[in-house]
C-alpha cells in the first residue's frame, strides 16, 4: 500500500513598515553617510532624499549638526540618492539598498547654484565597514544566470564559505532542506521571509517551500550569537520577496529532465522525470501608489530508488517515489505615505509527495 499524505501550508502577513530601527532580522535595508563639502567641512541641515526607483516611494531626511544622516527600512532595490543644501550644486548618486545591510554613501557637495546637477556614479565596495557580522546576500541575478537543479532557493546559500545543505530526513516531503552554518547541523538555522518565520521547529527546515522567481533576494548570516538574527545562534537566512512596480513586467519557465539523457551508473536504468513549469507577473494597481505581486511554480517529479539486500534478494528491485508540489504566492505593496508603507503577502505550498511502495514479495 502507498503512503499518500498531504501537506499544506498558508499564510497571510500584513506588516506596517516605519522608519525605525528594530533589533531583529529585518527585511529591509539601510542608507547612511556624511556630507561635507568640497574642502571637507561638515555640512549640516542638508535636504536628502532617497527615491526607489522601481515604486518611486520617496524616504526625506536632514542632515545633523555632525553632517550625518540615516534612511532605515528602505526596500531593497536600486535607489537614487539626492542631496541639496544653500550654496551648493545638487548632487546625485544611483546606487542600491541591499536586505540586511547598511550601505555607506558619503557625498562630497561642490560650491554652485542648487539648480545644477552634480551625477556620481558609486562604485560598490564589497567590504561592508559599518558592520562586523558575517554574512552574504544571494541576489536576484543569481537566481537567473547560475544552475539550480530542483530549483531551491536554499541550494545557492552554498555560495557563501562555511554553508552546506543538508536534506531534512523527512522521506514524506521531498525537495525541503536546511542550511547548515559553520559544521552545524541545521537544526537552528532561522529562516525568515519578509520578516516571518517560516521554521519547522520539528524537521528542523523551513516549514514551506519558495518559488525561486518570488524571491527578489535573501541574506545569509554565519555570525554566532549575532543580535540582528534574532532567536538563533547559529546563522540566519532573511528573504525578502519581489514585488510589483511602475512598470508591467514578468516571465515564464520550463525545465524537463529525463533519465534518457542521464549517464547509466547501475545494470537497469533508474527511472526520472522531472517537469517544472511557472511563471511571475507584476505591475502597478495606481502608479507610485499601490503594486501588485503573483508567481506560480510546479514540480511534478516521477524518480525512483533502487534497494539492494543480499539477505533478501527478492526486495532488489526499483521501487517508484513520485512528488508533486506546486507554490504559489501573491503580494499587494502600498505606499501610504513617504515615509510609511503598508505590504500584505500570500504565500501557499501545497506538497503531495508518495513514499516508497510497501515491499512485498
Known amino acids: 500500500m502507498a503512503l499518500r499524505p498531504l501537506s499544506q501550508v498558508s499564510c497571510v502577513v500584513c506588516i506596517v513598515l516605519l522608519p525605525v530601527l528594530l533589533q531583529a532580522q529585518e527585511p529591509t535595508g539601510t542608507i547612511t553617510g556624511v556630507v561635507l563639502d568640497a574642502s571637507g567641512g561638515i555640512v549640516s541641515g542638508a535636504s536628502v532624499t532617497i527615491v526607489d526607483k522601481a515604486t518611486h516611494s520617496t524616504t526625506r531626511t536632514l542632515t545633523s549638526t555632525a553632517g550625518v544622516y540615516s534612511a532605515p527600512s528602505l526596500q531593497p532595490g536600486p535607489c537614487e540618492l539626492r542631496v541639496e543644501a544653500k550654496g551648493f550644486k545638487q548632487t546625485v548618486i544611483e546606487l542600491e539598498a541591499e536586505v540586511g545591510r547598511v550601505t555607506t554613501a558619503d557625498v562630497r557637495l561642490q560650491v554652485g547654484d542648487v539648480r545644477e546637477t552634480v551625477t556620481v556614479e558609486a562604485n560598490a565596495v564589497r567590504v561592508n565597514l559599518a558592520q562586523t557580522a558575517l554574512e552574504g546576500i544571494v541576489t536576484q ?22 554553508v552546506q545543505v543538508v536534506p531534512d530526513g523527512i522521506i514524506t516531503r521531498v525537495g525541503f532542506s536546511r542550511l547548515s552554518v559553520a559544521g552545524q547541523t541545521g537544526l537552528t538555522t532561522r529562516v525568515t521571509v519578509d520578516g516571518l518565520d517560516i521554521n519547522d521547529e520539528h524537521a528542523g527546515s523551513v516549514a514551506m517551500n519558495l518559488s525561486a522567481e518570488s524571491i527578489k533576494e535573501f541574506q545569509i ?50 527511472p526520472f522525470d522531472r517537469e517544472q513549469f511557472g511563471f511571475s507577473l507584476g505591475g502597478p494597481f495606481v502608479r507610485s501608489r499601490l503594486f501588485w505581486f503573483l508567481s506560480y511554480e510546479r514540480n511534478n517529479q516521477d524518480a525512483a530508488v533502487v534497494t539492494n539486500f543480499p539477505v533478501f534478494p527478492q ?11 506546486r507554490m504559489a504566492s501573491s503580494r499587494l505593496d502600498w505606499n501610504a505615505t513617504g515615509s510609511v508603507r503598508v505590504f500584505s503577502l500570500w504565500p501557499c505550498c501545497k506538497a503531495k509527495p508518495v513514499a516508497l511502495s510497501a515491499m512485498h514479495s
Do not use: C, K, M, Y
Open 141 to 162: 541575478e543569481l537566481f537567473r544566470e547560475l544552475p539550480l537543479n530542483g530549483r531551491n532557493f536554499l541550494d545557492l546559500g552554498q555560495l557563501e564559505p562555511g
Open 221 to 270: 548570516s554565519r555570525s554566532s550569537f549575532d543580535i540582528s538574527t534574532g532567536l538563533t545562534g547559529f546563522g540566519a537566512v532573511n528573504v525578502v520577496t519581489r514585488t510589483g512596480s511602475n512598470e508591467l513586467h514578468g516571465g515564464g519557465f520550463l525545465l524537463w529532465r529525463d533519465d534518457s539523457f542521464a549517464a547509466r551508473i547501475a545494470q537497469e536504468p533508474t
Open 315 to 325: 526486495f532488489n528491485r526499483t521501487w517508484p517515489s513520485p512528488s508533486d508540489e
